[in-house]
C-alpha cells in the first residue's frame, strides 16, 4: 500500500509542477522566415493565392504521401480553402481570408483541436526581385503551453523548406515582361 501512496504522490507532484510551469509560459507564439526570389511580386503572388499549388512547392506534402487534399471556396484569393487529412500531418484547413492584391495575403490555419493560428505573406518587389515573407501566429492551449519554446524551430524548418520550392518553382517560369511598345500604323 505504502508503494501505491509513493507512485500517487510523486505522479500529484509531477502534476503540479507542470501545470505550474505552464503558468508561466506565454502561450503566443510567432514563425517567421522571408527569402528573395527573381520574379516580380505578381508571379509570386499568384502562386501562393492558388491553393492548388501548394502541393508543389510546400513541404508537408513530400512528408507525407498519404496525405488527402480537398479543396472547396474560390480557386484563387480570399476564401479560397483547402482542406486535408494525413497520418503524418494529421487533419486540418487552411482558408484565405484575406488578400491585398500582390502585396499580402492573411490565412486561418486549424488543426484538429487546436486553437486557430493565422498565417500571413508580405510580398515586397525591388527591381523585379520579390521579398517574401511567410509567417504565423497563435495561442497554444494550457496543457501543451510548453511548446512555444520549440515551435519556431519545428515549424521553422518548414516555412525555409517551402520558401525555397516556392522560389524554384517561381523562378522555373518563363519569364514575362509588362512591358508595352507602342507602334503607330499607317
Known sequence: MSALKSIFKWMLITVLAFCTFNLFISPDYQVERSIEIN?????????????Q????????????????????????????????????????????????????????????????????????EINGITKVVWGMKGEMPFFIRFMTLFFDAMAGRDFEEGLKGLKERCESFPSKSLSVEVVDIQ
Not at 520574379?39 to 491553393?51: A, I
Open 39 to 51: 520574379v516580380p511580386s505578381y508571379v509570386v503572388y499568384g502562386e501562393v493565392t492558388d491553393l
Open 53 to 124: 499549388s501548394w502541393p508543389n512547392w510546400v513541404i508537408w506534402w513530400k512528408q507525407d504521401s498519404t496525405l488527402v487534399t480537398e479543396y472547396t471556396g474560390e480557386r484563387y484569393g480570399k476564401n479560397s480553402k483547402m482542406s486535408w487529412n494525413g497520418k503524418e500531418a494529421g487533419k486540418g484547413t487552411l482558408e484565405i481570408i484575406g488578400v491585398s492584391f500582390a502585396d499580402s495575403i492573411n490565412t486561418e490555419l486549424i488543426f484538429d483541436d487546436m486553437n486557430p493560428a493565422y498565417g500571413y505573406w508580405r510580398f515586397t
